[in-house]
């Protein structure tokens, strides 16, 4: 079957016209920002042990080059910078797109922005739920051309300072007035040592998919390191109203070694709706940390071997070019099947600063768990870029009405 190619013929000039007028004059107003990229190699669950080195490098990518800065754009504008959080977050709830207030003054400064326009919690270093919660492993004055030759360096992370525990990092695109943020996959533990009684539990989930079919079932697939006799908590719940409202699927389920298996059966209000999911990892000591799937999950109607045959691509639904696996013989989670469900949780602080100007040993300090994200014996599928996307391009202008704060990005031509 042929992938899906929908036309985006006019569609900057649709978005320019929903932009704030400051912005929607800047030449840049509806430039695509270039992401980090981080490696197809990087595992799972990254190690520090500071006992052996507290100095760690890691490696980045770019697509391409960008370094084309218009005149009414900031000067040092399309940079990388990269940041490190002691919580996780599901991509319902993004982060704010302004790391500093100072930077909002520089955008203002250059008629890109109006800082009238913006809240504390649309300010990282001002955001109630994150303000205590990053660091920077580069500096501010420190951002990175966005170049092969600069992006083949990589980066040092100094986690001197840090309290131990576990930490995401994440690739900041400096671009006013819409910067934008790149996870790496995976988790960051930080810690002094073999002893874990001294440090949170690190979470992390790999999968990728972002459509399910409602009658099929979802493994849920990472990894963790925590106290012998932690368990998982998975938790679902609907997107697109005003805040999410977690709900329990499955409850105090061991975790075996440092694996989470965990399967997700959509309940029936799932179908045809757009779902988060999460799942806790609880420590004996009652320390915890929510891990995220990479992705939102379309619950379609039907399941995938009798709407799609063995591949979802057999369909000639909407979606082009799917892929999945063999359908699964995973039953429905043992959980309660909707419960009121705790906040999120994160490492306990972090503490400190780093600015990765640090130079040291970068060997063995650092350790990883491969996993490739996949989901075996599953019928979640990969909508295959442009038309899976499309679908939220709707929902991405009214934000832009909305807040001027979201960063789009549209298709290149």
Not at 6 to 23: F, I, N
Not at 323 to 335: E, N, Q
């Amino acid at each position: 079957m042929r992938p899906v190619r929908l036309c985006t013929l006019g569609l900057p000039l649709v978005v320019a016209a929903l932009l704030p007028p400051a912005t929607a004059r800047a030449g840049n107003g509806i430039h695509e920002r270039t992401p980090v990229q981080w490696p197809e190699t990087t595992g799972c669950m990254t190690v520090i042990d500071r006992s052996v080195s507290p100095i760690v490098h890691f490696d980045y990518e770019i697509p391409f080059e960008d370094t084309m800065v218009t005149a009414d754009e900031v000067t040092d504008s399309r940079r990388h910078q990269f940041v490190a959080f002691c919580r996780n977050h599901t991509p319902q709830e993004p982060l704010p797109v302004w790391l500093a207030w100072k930077d909002v003054e520089i955008a203002e400064a250059a008629g890109i922005a109006e800082k009238t326009d913006y809240k504390d919690d649309e300010v990282l270093e001002t955001n109630a739920i994150y303000k205590d919660c990053f660091v920077r492993v580069t500096a501010d004055e420190a951002r990175r051309p966005i170049t092969f030759a600069e992006a083949a360096k990589g980066f040092d992370w100094d986690t001197s300072a840090l309290a131990p525990g576990p930490y995401i990092l994440q690739g900041y695109t400096w671009e006013p007035a819409f910067n934008i943020w790149s996870k790496r996959p995976g988790v960051v533990h930080v810690v002094d040592g073999p002893d874990l009684a001294g440090v949170p539990p690190a979470a992390a989930l790999m999968n990728t998919e972002d459509l399910l079919f409602g009658e099929d079932t979802l493994m849920l697939q990472g990894c963790a390191r925590a106290l012998p006799g932690s368990t998982m908590t998975g938790y679902w719940s609907l997107t697109g109203q005003s805040g999410l409202e977690w709900n329990v699927f499955a409850e105090g389920v061991p975790l075996e070694g440092e694996t989470i298996a965990l399967p997700f059966k959509p309940p029936f209000e799932a179908v045809g709706q757009t779902v988060a999911l999460r799942v806790d990892v609880v420590d004996p000591m009652q320390r915890s940390f929510s891990a995220f799937p990479r992705a939102l999950i379309v619950i379609l109607p039907g399941n995938g071997e009798t709407t799609t045959g063995e591949d979802c691509s057999d369909t000639n639904n909407f979606i082009g070019m799917m892929s999945c696996g063999d359908d699964s013989s995973a039953g429905d989670s043992s959980g309660p099947g909707s419960s009121d469900g705790p906040e999120p949780t994160g490492s306990t602080g972090a503490t400190g600063s780093s600015t990765g100007s640090s130079t040291g040993d970068t060997g063995d300090a650092a350790t990883t768990t491969p996993i490739d994200g996949t989901s075996p014996g599953a019928c979640g599928c990969h909508s295959g870029g442009l038309a899976g996307s499309w679908a939220w391009t709707g929902l991405l202008l009214l934000g832009l009405r909305r807040r001027r704060t979201r960063a789009f990005a549209p298709p290149r031509g």
